[in-house]
């Protein structure tokens, strides 16, 4: 089993929908959790970080935190064409390493 | 733009040759960290620096690779004797928040080995 489990996708969304992107992690001690997008070409960059159980909100962005289920989402609304990238979820244990553990990515596309 | 940097963007080189990628970090980040990534992949964690010290590596970093920041500020990763299996995008981030996971990715160096 992977650590981090992503549907690679690709995943298309039409444009002004809702684009919902979804993680699980095998390791119960993970205490971080990250979305990072990934243009084709360029370097990951962060969009979320969420720590505690809920739901956390930026923007259009809302990032969904499980643990008990050990699940992470990330809803996308209004999606627009400048969305369409590879979205890596990444986890990490605080517990005395600062490795982030990232899943192979889902390709979003928004169709306009 | 005060960002992380990387050097060489791409880099080719034949089999058994010995290759250093250098990276710059963000200047007031005493966090570095070097990642792999393959096609279709998430990336891969190698190494983790606070300050001058090597805190952490991955068994992914074979006796072949070596990694220094010697004063704290700039890194090096090594790769002697490469192998196809080399082939990757070598990216470096950086951070200012201990245990934050808040990363900032370098444009990566690209590392095709014939």
């Known amino acids: 089993q992977k650590e981090v489990e992503q549907n690679s996708g690709p995943l298309s969304v039409p444009e002004g929908a809702i684009a919902s992107l979804n993680c699980t992690y095998s390791d119960r001690v993970s205490q971080s959790f990250f979305w990072y997008r990934q243009y084709s070409g360029k370097s990951p960059e962060l969009i979320m970080s969420?720590?505690?159980?809920g739901d956390k909100e930026d923007g259009r962005f809302t990032a969904q935190l499980n643990k008990a289920s050990q699940y992470v989402s990330l809803l996308i609304r209004d999606s627009q064409p400048s969305d369409s990238a590879t979205y890596l979820c990444a986890v990490k244990s605080n517990f005395g390493n600062e490795k982030l553990t990232f899943g192979t990515g889902t390709r979003l596309t928004i169709i306009p | 733009d005060t960002g992380v940097s990387q050097d060489p963007r791409h880099k080719i080189t034949k089999r058994g040759q010995n290759v250093t990628f250098r990276c710059d970090p963000i200047?007031?980040?005493?966090?570095l960290y070097w990642y792999r990534q393959t096609l279709g992949q998430g990336p891969e964690f190698l190494t983790y620096f606070q300050n001058e010290a090597q805190l952490e590596k991955s068994r992914l970093l074979s006796d072949r690779f070596s990694a220094e920041r010697p004063k704290g500020s700039f890194s090096t990763l090594e790769i002697q004797r490469t192998e196809q299996g080399d082939s990757a995008m070598y990216l470096c981030a950086s951070s200012h928040r201990l245990g934050s996971g808040e990363l900032f990715f370098g444009e990566g160096s690209r590392l095709t080995v014939l």
């Open positions: 969420i720590y505690s159980n």
């Open positions: 200047s007031e980040h005493n966090r």
